[in-house]
């Protein structure tokens, strides 16, 4: 019986290694070496100040809103780049990366390069959109007009 039941919690904890280990997946990482990971209230004091925010996701989520002033570089195309970067921020100017939240890991990728491209000065919103807009901040929009031009 022991035998058997040895085999059994086993079993179970193998699929509970694997459960939990999907999940973790899934998640962006809460710290990223050469980055300062922040809330939403602190990239709002950031944008106050005028820092450059990055938001880095697809133009479909983009357009439909994103933080006022933020330039849009998205991590998955071959547009994030260090020179188009470099374009929007200098490599010792703070930049704040963000995009849909802890269950999107673009802003984690987007730091991620920026960091390897040499860039000091980063702010990793890890927390990203969706925090922000649940938070009640205030979102820009971008019209199908303004997209065409």
């Known amino acids: ?3 058997y039941l040895f085999k059994l919690l086993a079993l179970v904890f193998l699929v ?3 459960s939990s280990s999907v999940k973790a997946g899934d998640l962006a990482p809460e710290v990223i070496m050469g980055a300062r990971t922040i809330n939403t209230e602190t990239t709002q004091l950031l944008m106050d100040k005028g820092y450059v925010l ?6 479909a989520d983009f357009s439909k809103g994103h933080i006022p002033g933020a330039y849009h570089l998205p991590v998955k195309r071959e547009d994030f780049s260090a020179i188009n970067l470099q374009e929007i921020v200098a490599k010792d100017q703070a930049v704040v990366f963000y995009c849909n939240g802890i269950h999107c890991m673009g802003s984690s990728m987007a730091t991620e390069k920026a960091i390897a491209w040499g860039w000091s000065n980063i702010f990793y919103y890890r927390d990203g959109f969706k925090s922000w ?4 901040f205030a979102i820009q929009v971008i019209s199908d007009a303004e997209i065409a031009n």
């Open 16 to 18: 509970l290694q694997i």
């Open 54 to 59: 990055i938001d880095v996701r697809g133009i």
């Open 1 to 3: 019986m022991n035998k």
């Open 133 to 136: 807009k649940d938070a009640g």
